[in-house]
């Protein structure tokens, strides 16, 4: 068996929301990778937008390595190509891992990397990931209607749609009335 | 492979961050023993969930109405999305889907004993969905605090996607228990047959978890079997009672000192045979998995073929 190439997927919950990180899927190529990561990602919470990028084509390390990157005599330089950064910036409980950042030019992923630990100082960040843009693969926005809303209208498919809570207070209560509790 | 020497700093070190609540990423340095437990959990878990889809997916077909049915299909198919969502923190560790599914056709990986139990009417399927994924939930809240970040954010999303298991469960439950003479006795029959499977899907008793130990230390856990059990047990009781039903244990008596509903003996041989192969399915079970990968191969065939004629056509 062959597991087929892994790829990183993203996604995106309103028109204005950074990608965030959810997981990945294995698929033949991007066209399977983005059918595949809504099939598995796309149920809930509701998304408007996926990208996904092959496993290889990520760099990742964490605060500690990213550090040694900018060490003298390490720091690579040169205007090379557009990377767009992720990180994580929380040990909090999530569902999502990094998120989007920004972008920098760099000569390659690890100069990316170094530059982006340079570049955004504002919260302290423990891991970091680096992908060349054109690693992407996006939806489009005309894909909204036939990809992801679909999985927003299956109202049975949330708890919401239960009311096991109020069915339960009713029987105690009634029964505690000591009024018989039965279908009619 | 090359030797790995742990100092006991770098140890000291990974249960500090532990102790302080951080996540671990798989770019963090860990012990050897941590990612190999967590491999073995994480990818137990996950072919939980795939042959999980089975004892219900044995129902779709015979729903009883139209919302019914499509009520269990989404079901079963959030359960192959947690199966996916598992099998990617596995990943995350160094585990291929290769060797973890060889290992679970080999018979070599476990997955929850509960699952090789059949479900012989359409009640046991109201009953799996409250009482199998009400003990899940119990457990997986817990395990969404977990140490290793992958796990705990897989964790966090099958809690969300795990609460409407458990209600849809629980109101056809209610519905049945309150219902005509014949619901009633289909539905109780059902508790009668998942109770003790449920009970035994949280593991063994604590004084003989040897697991268990480390993973508490190293955040994994954080509550120990025989509390969660607890936990769960005190939840489902007087719900239970309250809508007429019975849990088939002559021993279960609420102790007023601790406000707990005690349970009577579990039947640990039981749960020893059905573990080492010997339950009512386990063959089932696995000639399902082994079959529905050897009679894909086509579709994974016709993928692999779609993708290169596509490579290969002019732009």
């Known amino acids: 068996m062959s597991q087929w190439p892994r790829y990183e997927v993203f996604v995106k919950a309103s028109e204005r929301g950074p990608f965030r990180n959810v997981g990945s899927v294995h698929a033949v190529d991007t066209e399977m990778a983005l059918q595949n990561a809504r099939d598995v990602f796309g149920r809930r919470p509701p998304v408007v937008a996926m990208w996904v990028a092959p496993e290889s084509s990520i760099v990742s390390a964490n605060s500690e390595q990213v550090g040694a990157l900018n060490d003298p005599g390490r720091a690579k330089e040169g205007r090379g190509v557009k990377f767009l950064i992720f990180t994580k910036d929380s040990h909090r409980g999530s569902m999502t891992f990094v998120e989007e950042r920004g972008s920098v030019r760099a000569p390659d992923a690890l100069a990316a990397l170094a530059k982006a630990a340079r570049t955004f100082t504002s919260s302290p960040a423990y891991t970091w990931w680096a992908v060349a843009e054109s690693s992407i693969s996006s939806t489009d926005s005309d894909d909204i209607s036939s990809m992801f809303h679909p999985a927003a209208t299956k109202r049975y498919r949330s708890p919401r749609a239960y009311h096991t809570h109020s069915m339960m207070r009713q029987i105690i209560e009634a029964s505690t009335d000591g009024i018989e509790v039965g279908n009619e | ?315």
């Open chain 2, 1 to 315: 492979m090359s030797e790995r020497v742990e100092s006991k700093a770098q140890l000291a070190a990974f249960q500090a961050r532990i102790d302080r609540g951080e996540r671990i990423e798989s770019d963090d340095w860990m012990p050897d023993k941590y990612r190999k437990q967590l491999i073995r959990m994480i990818s137990q878990h996950a072919h939980s969930e795939i042959v999980g889809m089975l004892p219900e997916g044995a129902w779709i077909t015979r729903a009883p109405n139209l919302r019914r049915k499509l009520v269990l299909l989404a079901k079963v198919q959030d359960e192959a999305g947690h199966g996916q969502y598992l099998y990617h923190a596995a990943e995350t560790l160094g585990a291929t889907r290769e060797e973890m599914v060889e290992l679970l056709h080999e018979g070599k990986a476990k997955y929850a004993n509960v699952f090789n139990y059949p479900t012989p009417s359409w009640a046991d399927v109201s009953v799996i969905g409250w009482l199998v994924d009400g003990a899940a939930i119990v457990n997986q809240t817990m395990l969404a605090k977990a140490s290793y970040g992958p796990y705990s954010r897989a964790m966090v999303r099958i809690c969300a996607e795990e609460g409407f298991h458990k209600k849809q469960g629980q109101e056809m439950v209610i519905q049945y228990a309150l219902g005509t003479p014949f619901q009633k006795e289909m539905v109780q029959g059902a508790i009668d047959r998942w109770w003790w499977p449920t009970l035994m899907m949280f593991g063994l008793p604590d004084s003989e978890s040897h697991h268990s130990v480390q993973l508490m230390k190293w955040g994994v856990k954080t509550k120990s079997n025989d509390e969660l059990r607890q936990d769960f047990v005190n939840e489902l009781v007087p719900e239970l009672h309250a809508i007429g039903l019975s849990v088939p244990d002559p021993d279960l008596r609420f102790d007023e000192a601790s406000g707990n509903w005690l349970i009577g003996e579990i039947d640990w041989d039981e749960f020893w045979r059905v573990v080492s192969g010997d339950g009512p399915l386990n063959k089932e079970r696995l000639s399902a998995r082994r079959a529905a990968h050897d009679d894909g191969l086509w579709v994974r065939d016709a993928l692999e073929a779609y993708a290169a004629r596509k490579e290969g056509s002019p732009a």
